[in-house]
């Protein structure tokens, strides 16, 4: 839910200075919920509750519409179940708002999602008075299959995900029936989305998402205008359409607002986010704690276990490295997470740890001696230089090993030749 509190903020701000005259869509093309660790059917406890808390903020802030992607369809398949629908809808009314055109349920106990919305506004410049709808329809491209040698893969998550250039074709005639203007949203790369444009002529705009961080110019294809939203919440797409007096499209120009510290937080959407944020962080507090309970306590791991050795072992050769390393904010980076409620959440620490998901760090409770950004982080797993200590050990490309970290969007404003000083070493 990052960036919610300030796009909400933008938002009110954009409506004021417009005199409420310029009517505003909301929309998301995909990848609002997460699958992180998705297996054998189920999300873990923490990461349902960080997806309810988005779809419970996508609606109180009244978002119009969000496309379902492959990733989004574990949880897709919670909120989908037949069993208790009414009652899910009753408390989060977003839910008939997420849109595909192309996923459908394998079995008769979830429901298909709606392939599309249709809201209406008000126009109040131009053809003031006029009313205009604006169809919005969802696609997603299928799931890249894990097993080399299959290029996709078509069901995920109890659901098939069909080809959606022929689902395009067979729902676009209906919903053009309905709307005066389509917007698709579309989950897929760049070559996907031009293709679903030159298919399908009844397309006025492709709003594309697929963890993409390129901020290109609009690209224009048989009559539909293409852009891309930029992965997670650093900037906000902002696609103004301008319609002339006989209701046909004269323009439609894109550009991206970096939702920074200049914009100040909304305060109803960070109250949510703080009560998202406390939800989550106890419920990984106690997923964690549940996890030590039955996992060999950290001090009585064998050393052969991990390829990991920890800065004290470290220091023991290389104390005036140690030295400099103490000092530096590195050292230090588990307590940053702290200071903000987040040293359980896996997005944010792994790079504020040694070896997360490669031996290293697992948790507070588990292995807290490789908490924080040591040595072996940039520099390799240590054991066998420990044991057989030698030349050609501990090479790091700078500033490339960097940026596997500090890039956008989590450290947008790092730059290399001031902040390589005060680690060197």
Known sequence: MGGLARRVSYIKAFKHRSNIEVPTLLVDAGNLFTDDRYAADQLPAEVMTKNKWVVKGYGDFRHDAANISYVDLPYIAELLKKDGYSKRVEEYPFIERLVSANIQPMDDQHRAPVPYVVREITLKRGAAGEKLRVGIVGFSESKPAAIAGNSKQDVYAGFRINDPYESAKKILPELKKKSDFIIALAYMDVSSAQRLATENPDIDTIIGARQSN???????????????????????GELRIYVKGDRSIEN???????????IPDDQVATDLVTAAHTEFTNQQSETAQASSATTKPAALLEPAESPYIGEETCAGCHQKEAQIWDKTRHAHAMATLQKKNEQFDNECVRCHVVGYQRGGFQSLYTTPQFANVQCEECHGPGRQHASNPGKGYGFMATPVGCMQCHKEPNDPDFNFAVYWPKIKH
């Not at 439609?252 to 200049?262: G, K, P, T």
Request: charged content about 20%; overall charge neutral.
């Open 214 to 236: 390129t901020m290109d110019e609009p690209q224009h294809f048989n009559r539909a205008t293409i852009v891309y939203a930029y992965n997670q919440t650093k900037y906000l």
């Open 252 to 262: 439609q120009l894109n550009r991206y607002v970096a939702l920074d510290s200049i």
